[in-house]
């Protein structure tokens, strides 16, 4: 007997000890978790300032400096004052909290009434929630107050509401983690989330909660309860889970880039909130379910007895009363105007509302896409965006030196390389996980080979590939490098789809502003390639009084007036016109692909981004270079731009411009059908 109880006895104390050491393992994760981001922060503050800026970030530097502190210091005369300031309010609000802490304690300490401790305990938890919580949007505030209010009312236990609250943290935060693989969320898409989970997935925890109650008093133990509830949950809330996701994903067919916004994360939200359902509020619930048994009270939810005999015994006449009042409702709604513009429906104080506004007031326009420059970088070059890549060239290098170009390319932008003696540099791009990218091995070496010049298309012209901005930090750390400087065509960053945001050179930083020239034209976006105009991003002042004397030489810099009168109209009143362009060429490109692999398989088509230029791979016919372009102008009766006219990569492909009526482009389609069947039956 002595043998027996001091065995459990060391049982118990094993089970403790690996209890203990449990706890203390979590709580280590937990602080090292909370403490990794300020330790970080820390240690990276005294690395260099462009590495500090960069998004290719490693834990430590890769050299120590006190650059950044430099620069705090220097950046203005208030720097001071500024941390100052901020000691000042950082141990204001510890003393504070210090100061309450220690008045609660003692009061708690002295009084005694039921509930002492867990109120004790909310009061400790509130002081611990960060003051960014203050930062959370009202409506998400209120839609939790409300939800707990009903829960508190409508449930036995004082617990449960709590609960359930925690339980679904757990899947909201992991949907709002999770839209990181989808590069981008809308506004409203964040906005509506929160509350769109919170009630559609609330159902779940209230139906394991009462098959939780019912099978406890059917089994022995909660544990076995538990399992029961769990498994009958389950087949309650499979059918209405999936068919909430279904219904949600059916968002994603709309036009609008807003429903695949909603519909996608919204379908991700029901199912990781049916996934944390069966996975962790069941384990809340048998963790505080001791808790949720004493602190239980009266609902006041009425029992609706005599309703639900009401309902029972007179079906037929319900079903058609409500059929009957249906018609008038359905009659007002179709009188209901529906509006289609977001703009006076946002917050008005957001940062791009307060731009856009501002753009408005003081230079009399309006558009969702703008750059802020400031007014001396800016240079003009009424020829076009080549005549000045070509003055630009001709500045920054001599006879003889070398100039890298991503190939394939617009042909424009290497043939004024070789045509004025510079040795061309081609480094390919290279096919990777179904599209276009840069060879950034090959940049690097050949970068270091003596290059004074990288030209970059972008977006790209022939492929249409929108660079992403790590694709385009990447170009720009190796120029940096190796102290090249670049010269980059942006003529059409205007027509791109929402779904693939250009992002413009000179937003990469400071250091890539003044070792760069950003060309920019609405001769593309806006079809006014006759007029010219090209705007100039230049920072560098000694380059751009450099280039601004070419073009006074020359006589070409300020005498286009329709150009500027053309690229004012452009950017103050086309922004609609351009948003349906975009849109109906992006559907001449689904067109085009969807023709092609239904009925002419022999040509595939490079999945084209932006630009309203499509990239056509035509290695599977028996002809190359200049003999396919020959075959579709006599054969086919088509006119393309000829692959090889853009570099050797070229040789197999042809370039197509969709941006042309349905019509036309189907013309052209069947005539190239029927050539190239005609191939197969020679």
Not at 22 to 31: C, D, E, G, P, R
Not at 406 to 429: A, I, Q
Request: some cysteine; aromatic content about 10%.
């Amino acid at each position: 007997m002595a043998s027996g109880l001091y065995s459990q006895h060391v049982n118990n104390k094993k089970m403790l000890y690996l209890r203990n050491t449990i706890i203390i393992l979590v709580l280590v994760t937990l602080a090292v978790c909370c403490l990794f981001p300020l330790f970080y922060m820390i240690v990276n503050s005294f690395g260099p300032a462009v590495e500090a800026a960069s998004s290719n970030r490693s834990v430590f530097p890769t050299s120590w400096s006190l650059d950044s502190y430099k620069a705090f210091f220097s950046f203005s005369e208030y720097s001071v004052k500024w941390l100052t300031n901020t000691f000042v309010v950082s141990a204001c609000q510890v003393l504070g909290n210090v100061v309450f802490a220690s008045l609660a304690g003692y009061a708690f300490a002295k009084l005694k009434f039921k509930g002492k401790n867990f109120l004790f305990n909310l009061i400790l938890i509130g002081m611990m929630i960060p003051y960014q919580v203050t930062q959370v949007p009202l409506y998400i505030l209120i839609a939790v107050g409300a939800s707990l209010l009903v829960l508190f009312l409508s449930l036995e236990s004082t617990i449960t509401p709590l609960l359930f609250m925690l339980g679904l943290l757990f899947p909201i935060a992991y949907n709002f983690g999770t839209n990181i693989f989808l590069g981008q969320i809308s506004y409203i898409t964040e906005a509506l989330a929160t509350v769109l989970q919170l009630g559609v997935t609330m159902d779940f925890s209230i139906f394991l909660l009462h098959r939780y109650q019912e099978e406890k008093e059917l089994r022995s133990n909660n544990e076995e309860a538990m399992v029961s509830a769990i498994c009958k949950t389950m087949t309650s809330i499979s059918a209405s889970s999936l068919t909430t996701i279904a219904g949600f994903l059916a968002l994603c067919a709309m036009r609008l880039t807003l429903g695949r916004d909603i519909g996608i994360v919204m379908a991700k939200g029901v199912a990781l909130g049916v996934i944390c359902t069966v996975v962790v509020l069941p384990a809340l619930i048998l963790s505080f379910d001791r808790l949720v048994e004493k602190y239980k009270h009266r609902t006041i939810i009425p029992k609706l007895t005599k309703l639900s005999y009401f309902v029972s015994s007179h079906a037929a006449p319900i079903v058609a009363i409500f059929i009957l009042v249906l018609v008038p409702f359905i009659v007002a709604q179709s009188k209901t105007e529906v509006y289609y513009t977001l703009f006076d429906s946002l917050p008005q104080d957001l940062t791009g509302i307060v731009g856009t506004n501002k753009l408005g007031e003081d230079f009399g326009m309006t558009t969702s896409h703008f750059i802020l420059v400031q007014y001396e970088h800016l240079a003009f070059a009424p020829p076009g965006v080549i005549y000045a890549l070509n003055v630009m060239l001709r500045i920054l290098t001599k006879p003889g030196d070398r100039v890298m170009v991503p190939m394939p390319n617009y042909d424009p932008l290497f043939d004024m390389v070789t045509r004025d003696g510079r040795k061309l540099v081609e480094t390919p791009l290279v096919w990777k996980d179904g599209r276009y990218t840069f060879d950034f091995a090959d940049m690097e070496a050949k970068a270091a080979s003596g290059v004074k010049v990288l030209v970059l298309s972008s977006p790209h012209n022939p492929t249409g590939r929108v660079w992403t901005r790590q694709e385009l930090e990447g170009v720009a750390e190796i120029c940096l490098r190796h102290n090249i400087f670049m010269l980059v065509d942006e003529i059409h960053c205007d027509f791109v789809p929402p779904e693939h945001p250009h992002t413009t050179f000179g937003l990469l930083g400071e250091e890539v502003l003044r070792h760069s020239m950003v060309c920019y034209s609405s001769n593309k976006g806006f079809n006014l390639g006759g007029l010219g105009m090209a705007t100039l991003v230049l920072a560098d002042d000694d380059l751009r009084c450099k280039f601004n004397e070419e073009m006074s030489i020359a006589q070409t810099r300020l005498d286009n007036i329709f150009g500027m009168a053309a690229l004012i109209a452009a950017y103050n009143d086309g922004e609609e016109w351009l948003d349906q362009a975009i849109a109906y060429v992006s559907d001449n490109k689904a067109y085009l692909d969807q023709f092609l692999r239904e009925r002419i398989p022999q040509i595939r088509m490079i999945p084209s981004e932006g630009t309203y230029l499509v990239w056509l791979d035509c290695s599977q016919l028996p002809y190359r270079g200049m003999a396919l372009e020959h075959f579709m102008i006599n054969e086919a009766k088509v006119a393309f731009c000829a692959g090889y006219e853009f570099g050797k990569q070229g040789e197999a492909f042809l370039r197509m411009n969709v941006a042309c009526p349905r019509c036309t482009l189907t013309k052209a389609l069947e005539q190239m059908e029927k050539a190239i069947n005609g191939l197969s039956l020679q």
